[in-house]
């Protein structure tokens, strides 16, 4: 591969996160590089989710802090971390149900929209180019991912594994420097899950794209990161290359024995 | 002519973003422009104008603004009534406190005070939703009822509580017969349309639906739901308060708080949940089918229940038509929450495939 790895651009310091009795994430620190690919994984409730919730400002942890390009955040806050580049996709698809999936993308412009609501009332000349500016970005992307097809269909209709595709189409959309992926392969049959697989290794590369990414199918995080963080019960219990973290006896008793 | 799209193909993104992209629909619009424009008023009659065609045309205008903010933000909204009466008060103290003020500048004026008042009210939005936002709306509603019965300065001091307009007029034209009233609550209606197709393909509309479909996705790709709620607050009461003053000056003439009262909030409501929640055209179909129903109604259930040798009272007839309302609701909420727009453009679907569905 001829990317480079750089240096680190996301940092979090001993994130604590916890809702009511449960402690959702303990004391989690780890850094994401530059256009790397960083895998988190762990079993179901570990806290994989709460994380990127916490990175993009979903959730605000009670403790810890989040170093974005060397800018010291106590926590983030969705507004503020989509300005900062950082797109994300949910473990459930989260696409706007009674929107095609061309405006679905079409949001993900929204922040590089600047036309008032006057000129968009009017359509004025200003409006009318930056909407045809955008959807031939957002074509781009649809011709990226192969989904010309279902450009003028309802979301909603779409099979499941679509959803997920058109779900990274509307993140990608917004051009993000670091992307948030949880789960996209889930529930994905093994040809969906290797044009997955393929897609993000090609917005990695050819964008330059940092990609942050929760799976749980080995084989795919095995192949696909450079570096994997291992949660277990809101505690971090492994980090490391794919091999040293395989090799990690703790990670395979809590984590590879128990599941595979 | 076949209803069809195939072999129109779109060579620029300008052309597939047009608002009506299919040939036959442009057709039709322009023809239905025309017939409105030119074919109506040489037709109708002035029951036609002052019991149909006008209030179906203000209605519609108001029921737009109600379904960019229900159906379109998904917020929901008892008050609409009130935001009529913010635009029609508005309108009324603009044209007689200012001198010289034109009949349109009034209405519009009427329309950004209800705008800005649609705005604080929309502030709970912020906070909650579902029941909870229902009744601070409602809120809205007990409020501004009591403000234009009881603040007396609103009313201009008018001892019956009712006020009144005339000689109406727009750039020299008057307007004061009912066709005049009909042309211009038609003009004012096609731009309004206009505007809300525009608002709604473009960014705006879909920040929007955005916030009504999946508001934690929306944030997370930057949009923010203070902006595009109180957006949609805004220029829903823009649109709600130039068609109350229109029904004030152009329908009633003379008005008292009564007119804008919770029942229009619901009526408005309804309309937009039978005519189609999210589409432009079910407000047309909603208004025209509230407008036309009781009329309807009147004429034949006298007439049906003469042929079975029943005699039907006026007061039957209401009675029916609440109850008729109240079961075409419960039908549309469970089976075509879409309502009557959805159905036409299932239709068209299949006429788009006809004869030969593949
Ligand atoms: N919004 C929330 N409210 C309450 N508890 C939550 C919430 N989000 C996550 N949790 C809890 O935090 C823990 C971690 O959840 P999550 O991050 O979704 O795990 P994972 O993605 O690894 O499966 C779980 O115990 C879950 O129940
Ligand atoms: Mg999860």
Known sequence: MARLIGEVILDLQNVSLSFGGVNALVDISFDVREHEVRAIIGPN????????????????????????????????????????????????????????????????????????????????????????????????????????HIRKTPVGRLPYGLQKRVDLARALAMEPQILLLDEPMAGMNIEEKQDMSRFILDVNDQMGTTIVLIEHDMGVVMDVSDRVVVLDYGKKIGDGSPDEVRGNPEVISAYLGASH | MIYRENGQFKTSYAADQQIFPILQDRWAILGILVFAFVAVPLLADEYMFRAILIPFLILSLAALGVNLLVGYCGQITLGAGAFMAVGAYAAYNFFIRVDGMPLIGALLLGGFTSAAVGVVFGVPSLRVRGLYLAVATLAAQFFWDWAFL????????????????????????????????????????????????????????????????????????????????????????FFLGVAGGLW????????????????????????VIIGGLGSIMGSFFGAAFIVILPIFLNQMLPWLGDLVGVSISTAGVSHAEIMIFGALIVFFLIVEPHGIARLWSTAKEKLRLWPFPH
């Not at chain 1, 959807?135 to 010309?148: H, S, Y």
């Open chain 2, 150 to 237: 009881r603040i007396k300065w609103f009313t201009n001091y008018s001892s019956s509580g009712s006020v009144s307009v005339s000689n109406l007029s727009l750039f020299g034209f008057p307007v004061e017969s009912p066709t005049e009233k009909y042309l211009f609550c038609l003009a004012v209606l096609v731009v309004f349309a206009l505007l809300a197709k525009n608002m709604t393909r473009g960014a705006i509309g879909r920040q929007w639906m955005a916030i009504r479909d999946m508001d934690v996705a929306a944030e997370v790709i930057g949009i923010r739901p203070m902006y595009a709620k109180l957006s949609a607050f805004a220029v829903s009461s």
């Open chain 1, 45 to 148: 409730g570990a806290g994989k989710s709460s994380m990127l919730n916490v990175i993009n400002g979903v959730y605000r942890p009670q403790a810890g802090e989040i170093i974005l390009r060397g800018e010291h955040f106590r926590q983030m806050n969705p507004y503020k971390a989509a300005c900062a580049g950082i797109a994300r996709t949910f473990q459930n698809i989260a696409l706007f149900k009674g929107m095609s999936v061309l405006d679905n993308i079409m949001t993900g412009r929204n922040l590089k929209m600047k036309a008032n609501i006057f000129q968009q009332a009017f359509w004025m000349g200003a409006a009318q180019r930056e909407e045809l500016e955008h959807r031939a970005k957002v074509e781009e992307i649809i011709d990226f991912l192969e989904i010309q």
């Open chain 2, 248 to 271: 004030g000056f152009v329908h009633l003439g003379a008005w008292e708080p009564a007119a804008f009262s919770l029942d229009r909030s619901f009526q408005l409501l309804f309309m």
